[in-house]
C-alpha cells in the first residue's frame, strides 16, 4: 500500500508558477511511476504528466507541455510538478498517483493521493 500526500497547491495569478509535491509512504517508491492528473469543476479528470520510475522517461499533456515540469527525488520518495506561466484553464485539483508503468491513462495508476486545489486568477 502506498500513501500519497499532495500539497503546494493555493492561488497564483496568470504568469506565475507554483510548485506541487507529492510525498510518498512507501520506500519502494522508486519502483513505481508517477502520475499527475487534474479535474476541474464539472469536468473529467485529465492526464497532465508523467514519469517513469528511473525518472529517464517524462510525458506531458499537450496544454502543459513546455510550461510544466515534473521531477522525482527518490530519495525524499518526492515526485514534483513545477508549473509555470499559470493559465486561468490549469485551474483544478491536482492529484499524483503511484502505478507500475507511466501511461495516461488513470486507469494504469493503483494508488491516488487526496488532491491539492490549484486556482489561478486572471
Known amino acids: 500500500q502506498v500513501h500519497l500526500v499532495e500539497s503546494g497547491g493555493g492561488l497564483e495569478q496568470a504568469g506565475g508558477s507554483l510548485r506541487l509535491s507529492c510525498a510518498a509512504s512507501?520506500?519502494?517508491?522508486?519502483?513505481?511511476?508517477m502520475g499527475w492528473f487534474r479535474q476541474a469543476p464539472g469536468e473529467e479528470r485529465e492526464f497532465v504528466s508523467a514519469?517513469?520510475?528511473?525518472?529517464?522517461?517524462?510525458y506531458y499533456a499537450d496544454s502543459v507541455k513546455g510550461r510544466f515540469t515534473i521531477s522525482r527525488d527518490s530519495a525524499k520518495n518526492t515526485v514534483y510538478l513545477q508549473m509555470n506561466s499559470l493559465k486561468p484553464e490549469d485551474t483544478a485539483v491536482y492529484y499524483c498517483?503511484?502505478?507500475?508503468?507511466?501511461?495516461?491513462?488513470?486507469?494504469?495508476?493503483?494508488?491516488w493521493g487526496q488532491g491539492t486545489q490549484v486556482t489561478v486568477s486572471s
Open positions: 498517483a503511484a502505478g507500475r508503468a507511466p501511461n495516461r491513462s488513470g486507469l494504469g495508476y493503483a494508488y
Open positions: 512507501e520506500r519502494t517508491f522508486s519502483s513505481y511511476a
Open positions: 514519469i517513469s520510475w528511473s525518472g529517464a522517461g517524462t
